[in-house]
Every structure is written in structure tokens, then in C-alpha cells.
């Protein structure tokens, strides 16, 4: 062989050699995307479990990121916050951005999901007294921790949007014993907090009206329970992407920024979210929404 006919396939060859290293060198870079028990957003319980609206969206996400290696951990909203905080590239997409969170985390530029605010959740006795006391369309939780014998009980790491965790905040100060703080068990579900609450340890929670109802219907012996506004309630709460600030979770919401179809997908996570709405939370949702837009 000729020194000239060697070169010329050592210069065919070498390039197409080096793609191969660089392919091997360059794996799917892996995301763990951190799951709640959280109906009808995410459920991993019970008949609908894998069929939330937010599970639908996860789902045609990664499938549209094949660069990443994806991997779904079911966690509680405490162990999520952890994991957060920690090396392991770690992703969700139900999270609401507070301060503190962006401290360790790094959300997409745009929300794709807005929700309806959570409710004072009442057991029917402690409804019929708020209710006879109500003088307005919204109940004041400060008013009624403060100054009436009633209990809240709610996970602590669950967040309720800025605007009243800003009053649960303050109502610790004011009356620390008003506010009771149980352990999550298993996957965030608060089931067990319901349970609790049926069985007369404190009266009042926090929670959305579309939640408690899917819970009940497929836990028919809970109570019904009342809802009342909470007054100051920021009135519809944005949910992000977000990752903690490894480099998979920096480039992951990097490509979600850039990813075509986002706005679609969004738009059919709305929709989807629509179909648990009653009547007259559908109508008040769709007055709200073009506002955000």
C-alpha cells in the first residue's frame, strides 16, 4: 500500500472513528424525575394510577427528550424537597417557585399548568359554625385560627402557593399550637390526613377541591367535607419544570426552554386539568386564565 493510498484512508476513516469514540463517550445524561401521590395532577395509586394530567404531560415530555436517561422515583413531598437539595440530578414537573426553592433550583422560563388555589378543607360540624360566622365570599384563616378553637393539620413541606404560606407563617407565630404538622407517609398522599381529620384529631386542612373528591370517591368512607376561599389567596398558582442545579438538571430545562410543541402540550394539560373541574370552578378557571395570559 502507498503512502498516499494510507493517508487517504486514514483521512476517510479517522473522522467516522472519532464520531464512535465521542457517541460512547456521550451516554444519555440521566434525570430522576420525582413523583408525588398528588390526584388528579399525579397518581401512582389506585385504578387511575400513571393517568394524572400531570403524568400525561411527563410522559410526552420525555419522549420528546431522548437525550436524557429518564427515570421516574415516586417520593412524598418531604423526601422530594430533599432530593432537591442534593447531586442527584432530580426533576419535577408539579412545582410551584418560592425563594427559597430558587436558592437550590432552577425552573423553565414559562409555567404550563396553571391551578385553582387550595381550599380550607372543614369537616361538616366545623363548616356549619364557619359558615354560619361568614360575612363574606372568603374565610380569613388567620381569623380562624386565631381567634377560634379550631386546628389546621398539614404536611409541613407542602406548599400553598406564596400568598398563604406567607399567612401559615405567620399564624406560627401568632399561635403556634393552631397549626399541627404530621409525618408524610408513603408517597405524599393525603389520604391519611383526611383520615385523621375524620377521626376528630383536628378539624380543619389544606387542600383542593378536585383532590379531596377524587380521594373520596375512591375512598367512600371519608366523610363529605366543606371548602371555603381563603381570603388572599393568589388566584391561580403557576406550575413549573424545574430541576435542581446540577448540570443534567441545568440542561434539561435548557431543552425544555428550546423544545418545540411546548405550548400545545401545555394547552392539553389544561385541558385535561378542565375535566376535573365542577361547573362553577370550570367557569371561574376560565375567566381567570386568559388574565395570566
Given at each position: 500500500?502507498?503512502?498516499?493510498?494510507?493517508?487517504?484512508?486514514?483521512?476517510?476513516?479517522?473522522?467516522?472513528?472519532?464520531?464512535?469514540?465521542?457517541?460512547?463517550?456521550?451516554?444519555?445524561?440521566?434525570?430522576?424525575?420525582?413523583?408525588?401521590?398528588?390526584?388528579?395532577?399525579?397518581?401512582?395509586?389506585?385504578?387511575?394510577?400513571?393517568?394524572?394530567?400531570?403524568?400525561?404531560?411527563?410522559?410526552?415530555?420525555?419522549?420528546?427528550?431522548?437525550?436524557?436517561?429518564?427515570?421516574?422515583?415516586?417520593?412524598?413531598?418531604?423526601?422530594?424537597?430533599?432530593?432537591?437539595?442534593?447531586?442527584?440530578?432530580?426533576?419535577?414537573?408539579?412545582?410551584?417557585?418560592?425563594?427559597?426553592?430558587?436558592?437550590?433550583?432552577?425552573?423553565?422560563?414559562?409555567?404550563?399548568?396553571?391551578?385553582?388555589?387550595?381550599?380550607?378543607?372543614?369537616?361538616?360540624?366545623?363548616?356549619?359554625?364557619?359558615?354560619?360566622?361568614?360575612?363574606?365570599?372568603?374565610?380569613?384563616?388567620?381569623?380562624?385560627?386565631?381567634?377560634?378553637?379550631?386546628?389546621?393539620?398539614?404536611?409541613?413541606?407542602?406548599?400553598?402557593?406564596?400568598?398563604?404560606?406567607?399567612?401559615?407563617e405567620a399564624i406560627r407565630a401568632e399561635r403556634l399550637a393552631a397549626i399541627q404538622d404530621y409525618r408524610e407517609i408513603g408517597t405524599g398522599s393525603i389520604i391519611d390526613l383526611l383520615n385523621i381529620m375524620a377521626r376528630g384529631r383536628f378539624e380543619l386542612t389544606l387542600a383542593y377541591t378536585v383532590e379531596v373528591e377524587y380521594l373520596r370517591r375512591n375512598h367512600p368512607d371519608l366523610p363529605p367535607m366543606d371548602y371555603f376561599p381563603i381570603a388572599g389567596a393568589t388566584k391561580l398558582l403557576p406550575l413549573y419544570i424545574a430541576c435542581n442545579k446540577t448540570p443534567e438538571g441545568l440542561a434539561l430545562v435548557q431543552a425544555?426552554?428550546?423544545?418545540?410543541?411546548?405550548?400545545?402540550?401545555?394547552?392539553?394539560?389544561?385541558?385535561?386539568?378542565?375535566?376535573?373541574?365542577?361547573?362553577?370552578?370550570?367557569?371561574?378557571?376560565?375567566?381567570?386564565?386568559?388574565?395570566?395570559?
Open positions: 500500500m502507498t503512502w498516499i493510498r494510507f493517508a487517504a484512508l486514514t483521512l476517510f476513516w479517522l473522522p467516522i472513528a472519532l464520531l464512535g469514540t465521542r457517541a460512547k463517550a456521550d451516554p444519555p445524561q440521566p434525570v430522576h424525575w420525582l413523583v408525588i401521590d398528588f390526584p388528579p395532577y399525579e397518581i401512582r395509586t389506585g385504578p387511575d394510577s400513571g393517568r394524572g394530567v400531570m403524568d400525561r404531560y411527563l410522559q410526552g415530555l420525555m419522549e420528546r427528550l431522548p437525550q436524557f436517561q429518564h427515570r421516574i422515583d415516586v417520593v412524598g413531598f418531604q423526601r422530594r424537597d430533599a432530593l432537591m437539595k442534593t447531586a442527584q440530578p432530580s426533576c419535577t414537573v408539579s412545582r410551584f417557585m418560592t425563594p427559597e426553592r430558587a436558592q437550590y433550583a432552577v425552573s423553565a422560563q414559562r409555567p404550563h399548568l396553571f391551578l385553582l388555589p387550595p381550599r380550607l378543607v372543614a369537616t361538616r360540624k366545623a363548616g356549619d359554625e364557619l359558615r354560619a360566622a361568614m360575612d363574606r365570599d372568603t374565610i380569613s384563616l388567620s381569623q380562624v385560627l386565631n381567634q377560634r378553637q379550631y386546628t389546621l393539620g398539614i404536611y409541613p413541606a407542602r406548599r400553598f402557593g406564596e400568598a398563604i404560606d406567607q399567612q401559615l425544555v426552554d428550546q423544545l418545540s410543541g411546548q405550548e400545545e402540550a401545555a394547552a392539553q394539560a389544561q385541558r385535561d386539568f378542565e375535566t376535573w373541574l365542577t361547573p362553577e370552578e370550570k367557569r371561574r378557571y376560565d375567566t381567570l386564565l386568559p388574565k395570566t395570559k
